[in-house]
C-alpha cells in the first residue's frame, strides 16, 4: 500500500503521538498468564492429559499477535475516562477479548484447514501431529479438528469468567455484556457469511463481501471493541451518544480497512512475515473485495483466467466460466438426466504457476490499487470522526495513529 497513508492522516492537524503498547500488552499479557495458571493448575487436578490440552491452549492464547482488539478497547475506555485512573481495574475485561480472538482464529483454521498461524503450527495440526506420535487409535486429522474445536470453545468460557473478573459496578458489568454478546453474535454471522461465500461465489459481489469485512472483521476487532472500551467507563452522562458515534463511524471504517489489508495479504504477503502461508485466498477460491473489484475491473480475458478458481469454484462477474463435472448419471445410465440435476464441481489443487498467475492478473486490473485506495479512504474517514469528537485528546491521538498502524502493516 501507498506510503501516503500515514502523510495524509497527519495533514488533519491533530496531535500525532504514539501509543503506549508495550506497556499495555505486557498488561495484558501478564493478566492472561496469570489467570491461564490457575486453569491449567485446576485441569491438572483432574488428569494430566487435561492438563497438556489446557498448556497447548494457553501456548495458543500466548503465541504472539498484536493484541488489537484490546488495545481499541483500552482507547475506548481511556477516551472518556481521563489519563489517570489506573487500568488494573478494567484488565480482565481487555484480556478476556484476547481470549475470544484465540476462540476465533481457532475455529475459522479448523473452517479454512490452515496450516499455520502467527508461524506455528495451527491447533489442529498441533494435535493430529500428537495423536500420530502417539500411535493412538483413529484417525488424527479427525482428533485434531475435533480438539482444536473443542480449545476454541474453551477460549470463549474462559473469556466468560475473566470477563466477571473486572473490578466495575454490577450495572457497569451489564453493559460490558451487552456489547460483548453483540459482538460475539457479529463474529459467528460474520464467519457464517465468510463460509457460504466460498459454496456460492457466483452469488457474490463487491457489497457482500464488504458486508462480511463488517460482521466478522470490523465488529470485533475495532468497533465493538471500542464501544467496548466505552462501556467499561460506566453510566455515562451527555457526552455519550456523541462519543459512540463517533466509535462507531470510525470503528466499521477501520475495520473494513482492516479487513481489506487483510485481502491484499492473503495475495500478496510474505509467509516470513504473515506466519500464514502465501495465497491462501486463492486456493480456497474465497470472495473477498479484492476478487470481487478484480471481476469487475477484468477485461475478457482476464476474467476468463480468473473465473475458474484453483478450487474448483466460480465466481464469473458475468455468469460465466467454472470447471464442472456433467451431470451424474441416471439410474439407466444416461447422462444429465433430469432425476440427476446436480453438477458437482471439481475440486483442483492449484500448482503455484497457477496461483502465481492469478496474482499477476489480479494486479493488472487494477484491483490492488482500487483496494488501496479504499483503505486510503477510510482512514480519513475514521479521522474525521474523531476531529470533534469529545474525548481525552491522548486517545484522539492514539485512535489516528492506530487507524495507520492497523491497515497499514505487513501481517
Not at 488494573?88 to 480472538?101: C, K
Not at 470463549?156 to 459482538?183: E, N
Not at 470485533?220 to 462507531?248: E, H, S
Not at 478450487?311 to 438426466?337: K, T, W
Request: hydrophobic share 45%; with cysteine.
Amino acid at each position: 500500500m501507498a506510503n501516503d497513508i500515514l502523510v495524509g492522516t497527519r495533514r488533519c492537524g491533530v496531535p500525532y503521538q504514539p501509543i503506549p503498547s508495550d506497556g499495555l500488552v505486557n498488561a495484558v499479557e501478564g493478566t492472561l498468564a496469570e489467570f491461564l495458571a490457575g486453569q491449567i493448575a485446576a485441569f491438572d487436578a483432574v488428569d494430566p492429559a487435561l492438563g497438556r490440552f489446557a498448556r497447548i491452549t494457553r501456548d495458543l492464547v500466548l503465541a504472539g499477535g498484536k493484541r488489537l482488539r484490546p488495545t481499541f478497547a483500552y482507547w475506548g475506555w481511556r477516551g472518556v475516562i481521563g489519563g489517570r485512573e489506573p487500568v488494573d481495574s478494567v484488565l480482565p475485561a481487555l484480556a478476556a477479548l484476547e481470549l475470544m480472538h484465540t476462540f476465533a482464529l481457532v475455529h475459522d483454521d479448523v473452517m479454512d484447514g490452515s496450516a499455520t498461524r502467527r508461524g506455528r503450527p495451527t491447533a489442529h495440526r498441533l494435535f493430529a501431529a500428537e495423536h500420530a506420535g502417539a500411535g493412538r487409535l483413529g484417525d488424527p486429522g479427525q482428533f485434531g479438528e475435533t480438539s482444536a474445536i473443542l480449545v476454541g470453545d474453551l477460549c470463549l468460557v474462559w473469556a466468560d469468567q475473566l470477563i466477571a473478573q473486572t473490578a466495575v459496578t454490577t450495572a457497569t458489568l451489564f453493559g460490558v455484556r451487552a456489547c460483548y454478546d453483540r459482538m460475539r453474535v457479529e463474529t459467528v454471522a460474520g464467519q457464517y457469511l465468510d463460509v457460504l461465500g466460498e459454496t456460492q461465489p457466483q452469488e457474490w459481489s463487491l457489497d457482500r463481501a464488504l458486508v462480511v469485512a463488517r460482521h466478522k472483521t470490523a465488529s470485533y476487532t475495532v468497533q465493538r471493541p471500542l464501544q467496548f472500551g466505552l462501556a467499561l467507563a460506566g453510566p455515562m452522562r451527555g457526552a455519550a451518544p456523541a462519543i459512540n458515534d463517533a466509535y462507531q463511524t470510525y470503528g466499521l471504517a477501520i475495520g473494513e480497512a482492516f479487513q481489506l489489508c487483510d485481502d491484499l495479504l492473503g495475495v500478496y504477503g510474505d509467509p516470513e512475515i504473515t506466519g500464514k502461508p502465501a495465497s491462501d485466498d486463492l486456493r480456497t477460491g474465497k470472495p473477498t473485495a479484492l476478487l470481487m473489484l478484480a471481476h469487475r475491473l477484468a477485461t475478457p480475458a482476464q476474467r476468463a483466467e480468473l473465473a475458474q478458481t484453483p478450487a474448483g469454484a466460480v465466481i464469473p462477474a458475468d455468469g460465466s466460466g467454472g470447471l464442472f463435472s456433467s451431470a451424474l448419471p441416471s439410474p439407466n445410465g444416461d447422462a444429465g438426466d433430469v432425476a440427476t440435476p446436480q453438477r458437482a464441481p471439481l475440486r483442483l489443487t492449484p500448482s503455484e504457476a497457477q496461483i502465481a498467475r492469478q496474482a499477476e492478473i489480479i494486479a493488472e486490473t487494477g484491483a490492488v490499487a482500487e483496494v488501496e485506495a479504499m483503505i486510503r479512504q477510510r482512514v480519513d474517514t475514521a479521522v474525521a470522526a474523531l476531529r470533534d469528537a469529545p474525548i481525552h485528546p491522548d486517545a484522539r491521538a492514539a485512535l489516528i495513529d492506530l487507524a495507520v498502524t492497523a491497515t497499514h502493516r505487513p501481517a
